[in-house]
């Protein structure tokens, strides 16, 4: 059982739903990602999504461009992103990792080595939002040898038969994107994304995580009744640009903002 299922299956025993925060890596500034992280676990968080900075983030809105644009100013590369989950392993060896990015920094390092680094370093699962699972053929057998989980996007307009496929290449969960647009980019619908996320289950049996529009508790909670875990990422991401002067004052910003969430998804239970 990998890291992400044993954390999933338990909170399902128990009740309770995930709490997934995505940060982009290097974002305000390298030396403090690591520190970062260990601060949205103390806040709530049960898996942590790590965005690898990539140039053309084609699926995110400003606010995460812009993050990976201050991450890239400080040359955070992928090497650097897999050797920052490897020091937070060091004093966490529980919360799972989840890497999110994009295919071109993994092609120019290589795939096989970056299976390699990634396993070493204790990383769960891989989502790289532009390769589907029809090319995946490289990269499926080099996770599967090393206990990573790939994880796909599902969005508002996949057909039931690619729901279906894209659940047989799937291992951990499965991220369903909540609007049809960017990271940021619109308000939650609840009563679409309860209906869609009810249809999905019934063609999939892992866990569904819902991302994009998740800005507070009251959304969280909403999003929660009807998935296993929110996936929240833009609200995180600017409450660092806001606080990227004041690492004090961030740590407490990022706090302030998700164990309300945390609260709020326990409040389900």
């Known amino acids: ?4 299922e044993g954390v999933l299956k338990s909170l399902k025993e128990q009740g309770r739903k995930a709490l997934i925060p995505y940060i982009t890596a290097g974002d305000p500034h390298p030396d403090q990602t690591v520190g970062l992280m260990h601060t949205l676990v103390a806040a709530g968080a049960d898996i942590i999504e790590l965005g690898v900075p990539f140039s053309d983030p084609m699926a ?4 995460i461009q812009l ?3 201050r991450a890239l100013k400080s040359n955070t590369s992928l090497r650097q992103v897999i050797g920052m989950v490897k020091e937070f392993r060091k004093t966490d060896n529980d919360t799972p990792v989840v890497l999110m990015g994009y295919l ?4 120019a390092m290589g795939y096989e080595a970056f299976a390699d680094a990634a396993a070493d370093a204790g990383l769960d699962g891989v989502l790289t939002v532009d390769l589907p699972p029809e090319e995946a053929d ?6 599967a040898e090393r206990k990573l989980d790939p994880i796909f996007l ?11 496929a894209i659940s047989e290449h799937s291992s951990g969960y499965v991220y369903y994107v909540s609007i049809k647009g960017v990271t940021g980019s619109a308000s939650i619908d609840v009563d679409e994304v309860a209906r869609k996320v009810a249809h999905v289950h019934e063609l999939t049996a892992l866990p569904v995580g819902v991302g ?13 009744r009807v998935s296993d875990g929110v996936i929240v990422g833009s609200v995180l991401v600017d409450t660092i640009a806001r606080h990227q002067t004041d690492p004090e004052g961030l740590r407490k910003a990022l706090t302030d903002l998700l164990h309300p969430m945390r609260e709020a998804l326990d409040s389900l239970s």
Request: hydrophobic share 40%.
């Open 154 to 164: 599902l969005a508002p307009t996949t057909t039931d038969e690619r729901i279906r």
């Open 1 to 4: 059982m990998s890291r992400i």
């Open 60 to 63: 995110d809105g400003p606010v």
């Open 104 to 107: 071109n920094p993994m092609e």
């Open 138 to 143: 490289q990269v499926a057998p080099l996770f």
């Open 67 to 69: 993050a990976c644009e």
């Open 212 to 224: 994009f529009g998740i800005r507070d508790a009251e959304t969280a909670a909403a999003v929660g």
